[in-house]
């Protein structure tokens, strides 16, 4: 569809999800005020159909569930292939999306082109940096995942382009998506013997495994259930469930203990009501919904089986039964009242300037709040300066962690300084390109005198310095500023409501209510790592590439009223004969790593069941799939080890410290090999230059302390 000014019907068959129709709109008449909660003019909808919007957005949620479900933090075990599927699927949809935009879309600016290209850019950095990288494999396996990244941010940057009427289908499956992994999350508490039976922590960590990734992803959804509920002219079915849908997400968001969730909430909220004009009905539902939220959230808090940790598998599901009569009980009271608040609202007019007046007086009671906050300080027993003073040291003193209890929620204590600070010093050594994507684990290890084991500097700007360097900062700061010029264009917040038409008035509220969901997402990733769950940042990249690509709000791009044949097009053919070929060299690049995976849990099976041919043949075959990887390594000196072929198992772990050299475990191998055959020069020199590459070892230190003074060798 293509328009022309004015927004033309949708097609035959195909109304929008939880938006205005946008047949026979006219402009507001000047001087309107359109944050006044009257997007659109006509009757509110009634019980309708669902269309094409309805149908594209729960195919998306779906998606993205499941998504949530078979996905990581971080990659691919032996066991787990999701992270590798999922990435070639996504890259299939991205890549498929951008070649309908060059067979079918119209002539137009390339909107968001730049942005895209740099995050291009920051992938074939990511690849490069295998070269370097201190742990290869890590580097491969993250290359693989940002690549899907970058199908998704284009697909969507793409379909943007192509069909910008389907916004509402795009806020809506994010609505959809974290309510049903917020709804499982608690589901988990109710039924812990059938669906979590080892999980013994009582912070929400299903099903992503991690509960700040659990508590974020209900954080995403407070916007555009606020936007499903507050709109008039939205599907009636979906303002009776947005209360209740709210109140699954913020208690999700409570009771996942995950302080940097609820700071997302507060600011997704607060950005929300600032700046889209349907603040009456939207504090209604908030209203609704959070007295719901606040009831289930108070309930499991208040029950120690509920809340506290390793307790007794019998007590937490007998009491998850009793948790499970409440929350429906509150799903089903807060679906009638969403219904009566819907059929109340419809029948209530305020006069426009009352509901402008009483719209203003709700943002300044929120911006009211973080005053109220420095009062507060101001008359506490340390005074405003030392409350500051206070508050900034325990913040950053990086030994002063929390627990896993409730009680963390109003706790500053964490250990973010410690890793952040690791990084930067990981960064400082390679200052330029860094130490490799995904190596921070590895190389932290080498100043690192701290026997936790992190994998991540738990915030996406000091892994990038620490992993890239100030190359990767650079591009990644390019990248931000890129997607933020092109995301304004869309959102137009300068052109006042008042001289939009009403559909336009409707786009706009939801394009600002991804771009809340992309801010949120980005004010959190500073301060933890969430970057890395597949299932977290894709909806969030589908948001944003959504947003990049629509290009101005009155001037949407389109499909092509005509179109010549491929054959007749040779650039529309080359672009695509190249999307072909890239999308197979990408498949191929994220499939070996599992491959590989696969192949060596084939010859430890081999192995344990007697077939030593058959095991060898499989080891060697996981080394060749994955060059970078030291595992199969390992694998073979032992086989060759237990076929007394000890010159041979041997090379192999040579073979290893050569593939990674500044990875501590590789020399580690082959010390211990040395020191079992009673090599104890060879054994000593590998394991000081191990001690020396994980300097917080102390098994390590005292083998090698132990070596010297057998060895005769003085302290270098």
Not at 72 to 78: A, E, I, L, M, Q
Not at 325 to 330: E, R, S
Request: hydrophobic share 55%; aromatic share 8%; with cysteine.
């Amino acid at each position: 569809m293509r328009w022309n000014g004015e927004p033309s019907a949708p097609r035959q068959g195909a109304p929008m999800l939880a938006s205005a129709p946008v047949t026979s709109v006219t402009p507001a008449p000047a001087g309107a005020a359109h944050d006044v909660d009257s997007a659109a003019s006509g009757p509110p909808s009634r019980w309708t159909r669902p269309g094409s919007d309805a149908v594209l957005g729960l195919a998306l949620a779906a998606g993205f569930v499941v998504l949530g479900f078979i996905t990581t933090g971080g990659f691919d075990s032996v066991a787990n292939g999701g992270d590798t599927w999922s990435e070639i699927v996504v890259l299939l949809l991205g890549t498929g999306a951008c070649g309908a935009v060059v067979l079918f879309g119209a002539r137009g600016r390339a909107w968001g082109g730049i942005t895209v290209a740099l995050f291009a850019l920051l992938v074939v950095l990511t690849a490069l940096s295998i070269t370097w990288s201190v742990q290869p494999d890590n580097s491969w396996q993250a290359a693989a995942q940002s690549v899907a990244y970058l199908a998704a941010f284009a697909g969507a940057a793409a379909l943007a382009r192509l069909v910008p009427e389907r916004w509402p289908a795009i806020v809506g499956a994010v609505a959809v998506a974290s309510v049903a992994l917020s709804g499982y999350a608690l589901l988990v508490k109710v039924f812990p013997a059938s669906l979590d039976a080892g999980n013994a922590l009582g912070r929400l960590q299903a099903p992503f495994g991690y509960w700040n990734a659990v508590g974020v992803m209900a954080a995403f959804g407070l916007a555009p259930c606020l936007w499903a509920g507050a709109r008039q002219h939205s599907a009636r079915v979906l303002r009776a469930l947005a209360p209740a849908g709210l109140a699954l997400l913020i208690s999700v968001v409570v009771l996942s203990y995950s302080r940097s969730a609820v700071l997302v909430a507060v600011l997704g909220i607060g950005c929300w009501f600032a700046f889209v004009p349907l603040r009456l009905r939207a504090a209604a539902v908030l209203a609704l919904g959070g007295a719901g939220g606040a009831l289930i959230a108070v309930w499991a808090l208040a029950n120690h089986s509920l809340s506290a940790d390793r307790v007794a598998l019998a007590a937490r599901d007998s009491a998850g039964h009793t948790f499970g009569i409440v929350l429906l009980a509150t799903v089903v009271v807060l679906g009638a009242a969403g219904l009566a608040l819907s059929l109340a609202l419809d029948r209530v007019r305020l006069p426009a300037v009352t509901r402008r007046r009483v719209g203003e007086v709700l943002v300044v009671l929120v911006a009211l709040v973080p005053l109220g906050g420095i009062g507060a300080l101001a008359v506490s027993s340390r005074g405003l300066t030392g409350e500051v003073s206070h508050v900034w040291g325990t913040l950053t003193n990086p030994v002063n962690g929390v627990g896993d209890t409730s009680g963390r929620l109003v706790q500053l204590g964490n250990s973010r300084p410690l890793y952040w600070s690791e990084g930067i010093t990981v960064g400082e050594h390679a200052l330029l390109k860094g130490a490799g994507a995904e190596a921070y684990a590895t190389a932290r290890t080498h100043y690192s005198t701290s026997p936790l084991l992190v994998s991540h500097a738990h915030s996406y700007v000091i892994q990038t310095f620490a992993d890239f360097g100030l190359i990767g900062l650079a591009v990644s700061f390019a990248l931000l500023v890129a997607w933020a010029i092109a995301a304004a264009r869309p959102l137009a917040l300068r052109t006042a409501w008042s001289s939009l038409t009403a559909a336009r008035a409707a786009e706009r509220e939801g394009l600002i209510t991804l771009a809340v969901v992309v801010v949120s997402f980005g004010a959190q990733s500073a301060i933890d790592w969430t970057w890395f769950f597949s299932g977290v940042a894709i909806p969030v990249l589908v948001c944003a590439g959504w947003l990049a690509g629509r290009g101005p709000l009155a001037a949407p791009v389109g499909v092509a009223p005509t179109r010549r044949p491929v054959l007749q097009r040779p650039a529309a053919g080359a672009a695509v004969t190249a999307l072909v070929a890239l999308v197979l060299a990408g498949a191929w690049g994220i499939w070996q790593p599992l491959r590989s995976a696969d192949a060596l849990a084939s010859s430890v099976s081999a192995a344990a069941s007697g077939s030593t041919a058959r095991a060898f043949t499989d080891a060697r075959e996981a080394a060749r799939l994955d060059p970078v990887s030291i595992q199969p390594l390992q694998i073979l000196a032992s086989l060759y080890a237990g076929a007394g072929d000890l010159a041979s198992a041997r090379a192999e772990l040579v073979d290893a410290t050569r593939r990674q050299p500044e990875n501590p475990q590789s020399w580690l191998w082959l010390g211990q090999f040395e020191l079992q055959h009673r090599h104890l020069r060879r054994a000593f020199d590998a394991l000081l230059h191990s001690q020396q590459l994980d300097v917080g070892n102390r098994t390590t230190a005292s083998t090698v302390i132990a070596l010297r003074s057998k060895l005769g060798i003085g302290q270098r």
